[in-house]
């Protein structure tokens, strides 16, 4: 099954990727490895916000994390001129997790964009990755992540 009609199954449209909001590029491709920036969570009804272990829990930030992975796919399907079939496999993701010092649960945070991306791409969406905290975000957006994909 096409990555396409796969997305469709689960009811995600993949937008127009998300420009970015500072000096630097959305992504960059070096042979077939391509490097996507940092996608804050970002929802139909605007930023994620909030901090994990103080005013958001771990499901509402699964769900920021999911929706970081749908702007990750935007992004790869930028890169690749519109035609997100060229991706290979994601080879690694980094979450960073609005959270309080003693919240320790990233990693199950982080599982909303693995998840959803093993569950949009099957073996191809099986990947490494890190799962951190960090004291605030960017606009004070609850989740961050950054993506390394092959592509063809």
Known sequence: MSITNRLEELGVTLTDAPAPAANYVPF?????TLYVSGQISNGSDGLIKGKLGADMDVDAGAAAAKACAISLLAQVKAACQGDIERLVR?????GF??????FTDQPKVINGCSDFMVEALGDLGRHARSAVSAASLPLGVAVEIEGIFEIK
């Open 28 to 32: 960059v491709q070096i042979g077939n």
């Open 90 to 94: 994601v080879v690694k993701l980094t």
């Open 97 to 102: 997790v609005n959270s309080t010092p003693d």
